[in-house]
């Protein structure tokens, strides 16, 4: 078979494998990137379909790549610069503990000496951003407080790969290079992330400008693909990873106009390449190595995993994160990572350790790879659910005319009205649920107490024209209203009110407009069920409005003398039924008798 024809059945062997498993894993309830591994496995080790796992596994990293950079688009400098203490401090921690427990359980196996140990323990101590990553993205779990701290130890980590691979130098006793070579990797790497963020900064905005202007459509394709591989490219060449380039550059973009069509542009190209790239890590198991040494993979791989998970889990407790995110991440990292493989090999190259060892611990990273899906899903059952969970409150953007506080189904309607009508609107909310489903809708929800004055004016309740608050429960509400009218009393307020009584007490505490959230539906599902008995139209419309002005004068009369007041001339002035089969004009209706046929609705929810 011809190289050209090759290349075409293996692609195609590589999507047909990734159509056909991802459904059925997805609907097993196991997750797509457990499919993709078993497809590599059936493929590769299994049938023998592609038998260089490793060169497709080369190129399916773009999909780590784009992965990243699409990360890096959702992260502005300034939240990442929010993150600094996670990413340093959280991160370090990680890595050093977690590579000295690992260093001290591989010098005790005897399998290594003690420079191989170290190398294995600090390379095992790195988790898998394309997993750990994908796992998130899938939950909707990115921005997520554990999310957050996720993806520092995992940043950190692609910072980590330089330092290590300088160590394997410094244990290596030098090799061939001289002494001065791990100093001068490091001084290339920050020269060459110094140069990124200066290219992001002065290069890349004004370069999708000039070619915005073209209105050429693929250019703009072919500008942002450049842009994530020439990045990747640029930090590869400094010894660091290429998913820390595409991030940077990522990041970098993170506050230009473009960001969201280069993620449309670049979004495509990254679900296809990190599908592969997990069929490849299939394809790339060893599964000779992993039978020659079934009994102590079988011991090692849950050892690692429970040791990596322990210490995740006890410097998340330290550094203040609550049991339930703390035993998500311990859960999401266990694994081995991709810098493993590279830590491994350059370790045989040097003789630090055997080749056969280092296809040992490379099937070892794999197999804990294709476990953490597993792991992460079997994680719910030891979560405890009694904390509030959290989103980091990121109020980058925040400072519309209306400033919305909770997005009930109430809200929700209402902001659509309001966007439809060309206004801007900045919704915070206290649930991480609601926001993770907003957002799968396009909807852009800041998370945030809203019963809280810093959290109001980072949401831009200064610069809000009108602030609406549609939180469900009354004493939420009543809690908002109260701190508006303190500290801003000239901003107006428009609330949803729980009941007719809370309508009541809102009134009386001099809000702008209040609105029960039943009365509106109420009154037109009795419309539309007296017009399916056979009354006209017309007719039914002007039976509603005439109950809807009815009650407003009750509700005025109330708010003025009191409920007792209004209950009283409702049992003197008891319902007629006339009016509501064959109304008067609404105007000569509410003239002769305001409170007759009103909805008394001391007992409406």
Same mark, same amino acid.
């Given at each position: 078979?011809?190289?050209?024809?090759?290349?075409?059945?293996?692609?195609?062997?590589?999507?047909?494998?990734?159509?056909?498993?991802?459904?059925?894993?997805?609907?097993?309830?196991?997750?797509?990137?457990? $499919?993709?591994?078993?497809?590599?496995?059936?493929?590769?080790?299994?049938?023998?379909?592609?038998?260089?796992?490793?060169?497709?596994?080369?190129?399916?990293?773009?999909?780590?790549?784009?992965?990243?950079?699409?990360?890096?688009?959702?992260?502005?400098?300034?939240?990442?610069?929010?993150?600094?203490?996670?990413?340093?401090?959280?991160?370090?921690?990680?890595?050093?503990?977690?590579?000295?427990?690992?260093?001290?359980?591989?010098?005790?196996?005897?399998?290594?000496?003690?420079?191989?140990?170290?190398?294995?323990?600090?390379?095992?101590?790195?988790?898998?951003?394309?997993?750990?990553?994908?796992?998130?993205?899938?939950?909707?779990?990115?921005?997520?407080?554990?999310?957050?701290?996720?993806?520092?130890?995992?940043?950190?980590?692609?910072?980590?790969?330089?330092?290590?691979?300088?160590?394997?130098?410094?244990?290596?006793?030098?090799?061939?290079?001289?002494?001065?070579?791990?100093?001068?990797?490091?001084?290339?790497?920050?020269?060459?992330?110094?140069?990124?963020?200066?290219?992001?900064?002065?290069?890349?905005?004004?370069?999708?400008?000039?070619?915005?202007?073209?209105?050429?459509?693929?250019?703009?394709?072919?500008?942002?693909?450049?842009?994530?591989?020439?990045?990747?490219?640029?930090?590869?060449?400094?010894?660091?990873?290429?998913?820390?380039?595409?991030?940077?550059?990522?990041?970098?973009?993170?506050?230009?106009?473009?960001?969201?069509? +280069?993620?449309?542009?670049?979004?495509?190209?990254?679900?296809?390449?990190?599908?592969?790239?997990?069929?490849?890590?299939?394809?790339? +198991?060893?599964?000779?190595?992993?039978?020659?040494?079934?009994?102590?993979?079988?011991?090692?791989?849950?050892?690692?995993?429970?040791?990596?998970?322990?210490?995740?889990?006890?410097?998340?407790?330290?550094? $203040?994160?609550?049991?339930?995110?703390?035993?998500?991440?311990?859960?999401?990292?266990?694994?081995?990572?991709?810098?493993?493989?590279?830590?491994?090999?350059?370790?045989?190259?040097?003789?630090?350790?055997?080749?056969?060892?280092?296809?040992?611990?490379?099937?070892?990273?794999?197999?804990?790879?294709?476990?953490?899906?597993?792991?992460?899903?079997?994680?719910?059952?030891?979560?405890?659910?009694?904390?509030?969970?959290? +989103?980091?409150?990121?109020?980058?953007?925040?400072?519309?005319?209306?400033?919305?506080?909770?997005?009930?189904?109430?809200?929700?309607?209402?902001?659509?009205?309001?966007?439809?009508?060309?206004?801007?609107?900045?919704?915070?909310?206290?649930?991480?649920?609601?926001?993770?489903?907003?957002?799968?809708?396009?909807?852009?929800?800041?998370?945030?107490?809203?019963?809280?004055?810093?959290?109001?004016?980072?949401?831009?309740?200064?610069?809000?024209?009108?602030?609406?608050?549609?939180?469900?429960?009354?004493?939420?509400?009543?809690?908002?209203?109260?701190?508006?009218?303190?500290?801003?009393?000239?901003?107006?307020?428009?609330?949803?009110?729980?009941?007719?009584?809370?309508?009541?007490?809102?009134?009386?505490?001099?809000?702008?407009?209040? +609105?029960?959230?039943?009365?509106?539906?109420?009154?037109?599902?009795?419309?539309?069920?007296?017009?399916?008995?056979?009354?006209?139209?017309?007719?039914?419309?002007?039976?509603?409005?005439?109950?809807?002005?009815?009650?407003?004068?009750?509700?005025?009369?109330?708010?003025?003398?009191?409920?007792?007041? $209004?209950?009283?001339?409702?049992?003197?002035?008891?319902?007629?039924?006339?009016?509501?089969?064959?109304?008067?004009?609404?105007?000569?209706?509410?003239?002769?008798?305001?409170?007759?046929?009103?909805?008394?609705?001391?007992?409406?929810?």
């Amino acid at each position: 078979m011809s190289a050209p024809n090759a290349f075409f059945s293996e692609t195609i062997l590589l999507l047909g494998g990734a159509v056909v498993a991802a459904p059925i894993f997805k609907k097993l309830g196991l997750g797509t990137v457990l $499919g993709y591994l078993a497809a590599g496995i059936v493929i590769g080790p299994v049938f023998h379909g592609i038998t260089d796992g490793e060169q497709i596994l080369a190129v399916a990293e773009l999909g780590v790549v784009f992965l990243l950079f699409i990360i890096g688009l959702e992260l502005k400098p300034t939240r990442l610069w929010q993150m600094r203490r996670d990413i340093f401090g959280l991160g370090t921690a990680q890595v050093v503990v977690t590579g000295l427990a690992l260093t001290a359980l591989a010098w005790f196996s005897h399998v290594l000496d003690w420079r191989g140990s170290i190398v294995a323990g600090f390379g095992l101590a790195l988790s898998s951003t394309a997993f750990a990553m994908q796992i998130l993205e899938g939950d909707g779990d990115v921005n997520t407080k554990y999310g957050q701290r996720s993806f520092s130890m995992l940043l950190f980590q692609d910072l980590a790969i330089v330092p290590l691979l300088a160590l394997i130098t410094v244990l290596d006793g030098g090799g061939k290079g001289s002494s001065n070579a791990p100093l001068a990797d490091f001084a290339v790497a920050i020269g060459a992330v110094a140069a990124m963020v200066v290219m992001g900064r002065y290069l890349l905005t004004p370069l999708f400008q000039i070619i915005a202007r073209t209105g050429a459509r693929e250019a703009m394709i072919a500008a942002a693909l450049f842009v994530v591989m020439g990045s990747a490219s640029l930090m590869q060449l400094a010894g660091l990873s290429m998913a820390m380039g595409a991030f940077l550059s990522g990041v970098m973009l993170a506050e230009s106009s473009y960001r969201h069509e +280069l993620e449309a542009d670049i979004e495509p190209f990254r679900g296809v390449l990190l599908a592969i790239f997990f069929i490849a890590v299939g394809l790339s +198991l060893q599964l000779d190595v992993l039978a020659d040494n079934a009994l102590f993979v079988i011991v090692a791989v849950p050892i690692i995993m429970a040791v990596k998970a322990i210490v995740i889990y006890g410097l998340c407790r330290i550094s $203040g994160s609550p049991h339930d995110d703390a035993i998500r991440i311990a859960f999401l990292l266990p694994q081995g990572g991709e810098f493993g493989f590279v830590l491994f090999t350059a370790a045989a190259t040097v003789g630090l350790m055997s080749a056969s060892t280092a296809s040992l611990l490379v099937a070892i990273v794999t197999l804990s790879m294709a476990l953490t899906p597993i792991g992460a899903a079997l994680s719910k059952r030891l979560l405890r659910g009694d904390a509030h969970e959290e +989103l980091d409150e990121d109020f980058e953007g925040a400072g519309a005319d209306v400033l919305m506080v909770g997005f009930s189904r109430f809200g929700q309607i209402a902001a659509q009205i309001l966007l439809a009508g060309g206004r801007s609107v900045t919704v915070i909310d206290f649930s991480a649920d609601r926001i993770r489903q907003a957002s799968a809708f396009g909807f852009r929800i800041y998370f945030g107490d809203g019963a809280r004055k810093d959290v109001l004016r980072s949401a831009g309740i200064d610069r809000a024209k009108i602030v609406l608050v549609c939180t469900q429960k009354k004493e939420i509400t009543d809690r908002v209203v109260e701190l508006v009218q303190a500290d801003y009393p000239h901003t107006r307020l428009y609330v949803r009110s729980y009941d007719r009584i809370h309508s009541i007490e809102l009134r009386n505490k001099g809000v702008d407009y209040e +609105l029960r959230e039943t009365l509106e539906s109420g009154l037109l599902f009795g419309r539309r069920t007296l017009e399916a008995l056979g009354v006209p139209e017309v007719d039914a419309y002007e039976i509603g409005e005439d109950i809807r002005k009815r009650d407003e004068a009750r509700l005025v009369l109330q708010v003025s003398e009191g409920l007792q007041a $209004g209950r009283d001339m409702l049992f003197s002035h008891p319902v007629r039924p006339e009016p509501l089969v064959k109304p008067k004009r609404a105007a000569d209706a509410f003239d002769d008798d305001p409170l007759a046929g009103t909805v008394d609705a001391t007992a409406e929810a």
